[in-house]
């Protein structure tokens, strides 16, 4: 397996498991509501609350757990894999690219050797905590 490879299989499987975490939370979005007195609410799309304390989380904390609530989790995954769709080992030419070849027109962007996979991918793999090496 090569280290590209070993990256391409994890990143899937960080993405399957944050999908199966989002989904077991619910998959749904959440909203701050309003709530008497200093009581934090957050609550899910079926009014059932997922956050409610006095005072905790801050309300960037809010803004933040909010932001990342399954829905948008699972949006963003969906995004990601339709980018390693769009970003795969041209047929026939395994080094290059696909959409890298064509959005740079002469040279294309090598997915082996010293830049495998894509700049586009490693970055992919960057946000999502990738810290291994690729050569
Ligand atoms: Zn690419």
Redesign the pocket.
């Known amino acids: 397996m090569t280290e590209t490879d070993r990256m391409l299989l994890w990143l899937r499987k960080t993405m399957a498991a944050a999908e199966r975490d989002a989904e077991a939370a619910g998959g749904d979005e959440w909203r701050r509501q309003a709530h008497p007195s200093d009581t934090v609410a957050i609550y899910d799309s079926e009014d059932e609350p997922v956050v409610y304390d006095e005072g905790s989380p801050s309300e960037e904390q809010q803004a933040h757990i909010i932001c990342n609530s399954p829905a948008a989790v699972l949006r963003r995954i969906a995004a990601d894999r339709k980018l390693l769709e ?3 080992p041209v047929p026939g030419w395994p080094d290059e ?5 064509s ?1 740079r027109g002469s040279w294309p ?1 090598t ?1 082996s050797g010293d830049t495998c ?5 490693r970055l992919l793999a960057e946000s999502w905590g990738w810290s291994g090496e690729v050569s």
């Open positions: 769009l970003h795969q690219c696909t959409t890298c070849l959005d962007e997915w996979p894509c700049r586009t991918i």
